[in-house]
């Protein structure tokens, strides 16, 4: 932190806190009522690495495309997906984002431009590729982002991908949030300690870039280039940041008493939240007041109040529709 640039407007510092801290105060509601049981789906909260998705979607409108995997809520809420819809989803109601049939991992909201999540790491980068290439195919002006954790660029698909982005000057940006773990694995049992991902994108011919993944103001400035390189036509971006999960990994709980990684590591990057570091150099900048801060935590908890009071109020899907979107013909 402490990068933060003065030149910025001080409204756009404010949303984008604003924007994260909303991210936050939805997944800490559904922390708290996850031992209600009436959510019966997994949760895979983003709580601490809130700035990313913040900080990239700044730069996207509703046309562009954003797609994400299974820690997904935070880019869906980032692109404005709705957020009754999904917590609606979440309960499995039928006004959920994907009809109750998907559950957290499965979130779509295409009136926001958000093309969905699946849970197979690594899944949606080709689809977003994809897109992209319908995209360039048609000749239209919007850009498709991919949300992935550092694990899915372990997975074949995932050069497979960047080659043919690389090769057709795709107009895709891959977005990797280094959160050091894969469940339980560190990066020392997955990866060879000379491995450095950003050399292997660029091997490809990519434009690549990487930073703090908890500082929002330096995610907003590296895409602000990606997309400037990828909406002039000069093909995909790679960015990388880092980042870590507060929460266990799947799971509204902590987990740092089962021995993968220790407390003491949790405790620091803890100190480096995203939130509150921001929020502190904002007030130091004056141009955020406390007072500010607490009427907008009022006014977000009423639209989580009333979310939650839809999804939980709304019917769950008629049995009669049991066998309907199984299959498209
Ligand atoms: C192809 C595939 N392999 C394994 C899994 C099981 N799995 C689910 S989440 C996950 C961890 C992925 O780690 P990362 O991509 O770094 O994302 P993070 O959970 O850290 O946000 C794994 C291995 C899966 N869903 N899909
Ligand atoms: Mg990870």
């Not at 093909?235 to 003491?264: K, M, Q, V």
């Amino acid at each position: 932190m402490g990068k933060c640039n003065n030149v910025m407007n001080p409204d756009l510092k404010k949303k984008l806190l604003f924007n994260m801290l909303r991210i936050r105060l939805v997944e800490e509601a559904i922390a708290e009522r996850y031992s209600e049981k009436k959510m019966r789906c997994p949760v895979h909260l983003c709580i601490g690495q809130e700035a990313i998705a913040i900080g990239v979607c700044a730069h996207l409108s509703t046309k562009d495309y954003v797609m994400s995997a299974h820690r997904s809520h935070g880019h869906y809420l980032a692109k404005g997906g709705d957020l009754k819809a999904m917590l609606a989803e979440i309960y499995g109601k039928v006004t959920g984002c994907s009809l109750g049939r998907g559950g957290s991992m499965h979130l779509v909201d295409l009136d926001a431009g958000f093309l969905g999540a699946t849970p197979i790491v690594g899944g949606t980068i080709p689809i977003a590729v994809g897109a992209a290439f319908g995209s360039q195919m048609k000749g239209e002006s919007r850009i498709s982002v991919v949300f992935m954790g550092e694990a899915a660029t372990e997975e074949g698909v995932f050069s497979e991908s960047i080659n043919f982005a690389s090769l057709k000057k795709l107009p895709v940006i891959f977005v990797c949030e280094n959160n050091l773990y894969s469940v339980y694995s560190p990066l020392s049992v997955r990866q060879s300690a000379e491995r450095n991902n950003s050399a292997i994108v660029k091997g490809y011919g990519i434009y690549t870039d990487k930073g703090d993944g908890n500082d929002v103001i330096e995610i907003y400035q590296k895409m602000e280039n990606a997309v400037g390189h990828a909406r002039q036509g000069l093909g995909p971006a790679y960015l990388e940041f880092d980042t870590y999960r507060w929460r266990e990994h799947c799971g509204p709980n902590y987990d740092n008493n089962i021995g993968y990684r220790s407390e003491e590591e949790y405790l620091d990057w803890r100190k480096r939240c995203p939130i509150t570091c921001f929020e502190e150099i904002l007030k130091q900048e004056k141009v955020l007041s406390d007072l500010e801060v607490k009427e907008t935590v009022k006014k977000i908890t009423a639209e989580i109040e009333g979310a939650f009071n839809f999804a939980v109020s709304s019917p769950f899907p008629p049995e009669k529709d049991l066998y309907h979107h199984l299959y498209a013909y």
